[in-house]
């Protein structure tokens, strides 16, 4: 591509932002929405597929308050919202997960030899997720990013590299004050597992951004989120 084709490229792909947000959020000062919008391509302006692959990726555990967050950062970005969740039983049958096993499992009691079992397909759903999608906002279930085998970890953590935006949602700096946080939050048989995935190093890892949500409203932590990825909006 030339670099003239370039620039009409990017000048359309502005005008076309500016329209979504206006059309998701109402009216809006346009010279706000496209200072938005150059802080998100400058983010990753690397080339054309950087500028084409804009992705806010939102991670943590149970009940912090991806989805939530997730929806309202979409609609004030002007971007879908592709959660991962969505499309992942398509993704996990690509590669043969047994339902019934996976069902069996965790009927039986044994909660966290169904967790094991469905590791892999995990990951293969962050790997075929994060290539299908572009220019949106996704939200990961909790387990997705929180592998214990080195081997899937180091396929999540690739898969990761390449987005700048990949924002860990948690209560509280204190991981104690975390874990009792959620825990009020999260069906009593999950809490150990969630408890599990507040502790676990590779969240801290993989994100590029950590925001606190303890004590804030959904849209006091949207827009905390914008202020650490650097979005502008007037």
């Known amino acids: ?9 990017v000048t359309v792909d502005l005008q076309h932002r500016v329209f979504a947000v206006e059309r998701a959020s109402g009216p809006m000062h346009k010279v706000g929405a496209v200072r938005r919008t150059r802080a998100i391509l400058d983010s990753q302006s690397t080339g054309l ?35 991962l969740d969505k499309n992942r039983w398509k993704y996990y049958r690509e590669i043969g997960f047994d339902e019934e ?18 590791k892999p397909f995990e990951v293969h759903a962050v ?33 990761l590299d390449p987005h700048p935006q990949v924002v860990l949602l948690l209560p509280s700096p204190d991981v104690d004050q975390s874990v009792v946080c959620l825990n009020d939050r999260v069906d009593e048989k999950l809490r150990a597992l969630n408890e599990h995935y507040v502790r676990h190093p590779a969240n801290r890892s993989l994100a590029k951004a950590v925001v606190y949500t303890s004590g804030k409203t959904p849209e006091e932590t949207c827009a905390d989120i914008l202020h650490s990825l650097r979005i502008d909006l007037l």
């Open 1 to 9: 591509m030339t670099r003239d084709a370039l620039k009409i490229f």
């Open 49 to 83: 597929t950087g500028i084409r692959r804009m992705i806010v990726i939102l991670i943590g555990p149970m009940k912090v308050g991806k989805s939530t967050v997730g929806r309202l950062l979409a609609a004030r970005l002007g971007l879908p919202r592709q959660p």
């Open 101 to 118: 096993h996976a069902r069996s499992l965790a009927e039986n009691g044994s909660l966290d030899a169904a967790v094991n079992y469905c």
């Open 127 to 159: 790997e075929r997720h994060l290539a299908e999608i572009q220019n949106c906002v996704a939200d990961f279930g909790a387990g997705y990013s929180v592998q214990e085998d080195p081997i899937l970890y180091e396929r999540v953590r690739r898969a």
